[in-house]
């Protein structure tokens, strides 16, 4: 009903099928970094074709851009946003996956990542969307999920299990020692804390070692994350 009904209503789409290929392409690349060239190349249809398409399943809220923090940790830092569905049935829809083959599927830690953001967005926006949200990553490599900026910055790295070790917190490691690394920290990440969510029924802190600092990461589920009720 979708694709047949509203997405002709918002722009002409001539091909469906090709319009439908699109958007399974998509759902394959949800929570990576946006690089339309390289869709359209994969479908055959030009750079623009590919932003007019986006901007269809945005207006129609099946997906929301996650733009890059551009602050100054010493890196030159990726300027491009990451893409995710709106909703996670969906998702799972065009992903082809069941619910009994999510959990082994390889698409998992994307979709509880997907979840996550879902749920951050959805507890800013109760909140008078105070908070900007946004995601970290520098030319090498180094990945935090999201900042969520407002009065100081929560690092929030998103992990589908239920043991997590300090080796789930190396990118919010990195992101420590560069920041120990430079003199004029910015005014927005003070005070600076950090998290892992994922699926642990009890919250605890995770210690990890920089340069003789002990900095303490927050394992914790999503519901006390979104309550803050984070205490350790």
């Known amino acids: 009903t979708y694709l047949e009904r509203d997405v ?6 001539s091909n469906l099928r090709t319009f439908e290929q699109f958007i399974r392409l998509l759902a394959v690349r949800n929570a990576q970094i946006l690089d339309m060239a ?12 590919v932003a007019s398409w986006l901007s269809v399943l945005e207006t129609s809220g099946q997906i929301t851009f996650l733009q890059p923090w551009f602050g100054n940790v010493g890196k030159r830092i990726v300027k491009t946003p990451k893409v995710y569905f709106n909703d996670t049935g969906l ?7 069941e619910k009994e083959k999510l959990k082994i599927s390889p698409f998992a830690g ?21 908070k900007q949200l946004c995601y970290y990553r520098d030319i090498s490599q180094t990945e935090i999920d999201f900042l969520e900026i407002g009065a100081g910055c929560r690092l929030i790295e998103s992990k589908l299990t239920e043991n997590p070790k300090s080796d789930d917190a190396s990118g919010i490691k990195k992101f420590y020692e560069r920041l120990l690394a430079i003199t004029n ?12 969510v994922c699926n642990v029924h009890e919250n605890f802190p995770l210690k990890i070692n920089i340069k003789n600092e002990n900095i303490k ?3 914790v589920n999503i519901k006390d994350l979104l309550l803050d009720t984070v205490v350790f």
């Open 8 to 13: 002709r209503q918002l722009v002409n789409v």
């Open 38 to 49: 390289e869709i359209g190349n994969s479908l055959g249809i030009s750079s623009k074709t």
């Open 91 to 97: 998702l799972c829809w065009l992903l082809g996956i």
């Open 110 to 130: 994307s979709i509880f990542e997907t979840a996550v953001f879902a749920e951050l967005r959805k507890n800013n926006k109760l909140n008078g969307n105070k």
């Open 185 to 196: 920290i910015p005014a927005e990440l003070n005070p600076l804390s950090a998290y892992i």
């Open 217 to 219: 990461v927050n394992a």
